[in-house]
C-alpha cells in the first residue's frame, strides 16, 4: 500500500502565492509520475501538473504559466508552486501518484485525500 499526504493549502488573497506539497510513503519501488489535481465545488476534476519519474512535465491550461511542479526523487515528494493566485483557482486540490510497489508489477494509481485552496480577500 501507499499513502500520499498532502500539506501547503490554506486561505490566500488574490494575487498571492501557495506551495503545496504531497509525500508518498509505503511500499514503493518507482514513482512513474506524480500530479496534481483539482476540483471546484460543482466542477469536474481537472489536470492543473504532472511530472513523471524521468522528470517530464506537463501542464494543464487551468494554471499553466502560473504554477511550478518539482520533485524530491529522493523523498519521493512533489511541489506545486502556484503565484498570482485568483478567486477561480479556489479548490480543493488533489496528489495522485503512479507507482510500482514491486518489481514486474504494474503501477498503480493512488490518491491523496486533498488539501482546500481558497483565494479571497
Known amino acids: 500500500q501507499v499513502q500520499l499526504v498532502e500539506s501547503g493549502g490554506g486561505l490566500v488573497q488574490p494575487g498571492g502565492s501557495l506551495r503545496l506539497s504531497c509525500a508518498a510513503s509505503?511500499?514503493?519501488?518507482?514513482?512513474?509520475?506524480m500530479s496534481w489535481y483539482r476540483q471546484a465545488p460543482g466542477k469536474q476534476r481537472e489536470l492543473v501538473a504532472t511530472?513523471?519519474?524521468?522528470?517530464?512535465?506537463e501542464y494543464g491550461e487551468p494554471l499553466k504559466g502560473r504554477v511550478t511542479i518539482t520533485r524530491d526523487g529522493t523523498k519521493n515528494t512533489v511541489y506545486l508552486q502556484m503565484n498570482n493566485l485568483e478567486p477561480m483557482d479556489t479548490a480543493v486540490y488533489y496528489c495522485s501518484a503512479k507507482v510500482q510497489s514491486m518489481v514486474g508489477q504494474h503501477p498503480y494509481d493512488y490518491w491523496g485525500q486533498g488539501t482546500q485552496v481558497t483565494v479571497s480577500p
Open positions: 509505503g511500499t514503493i519501488f518507482f514513482v512513474h509520475a
Open positions: 511530472i513523471t519519474g524521468g522528470g517530464n512535465i
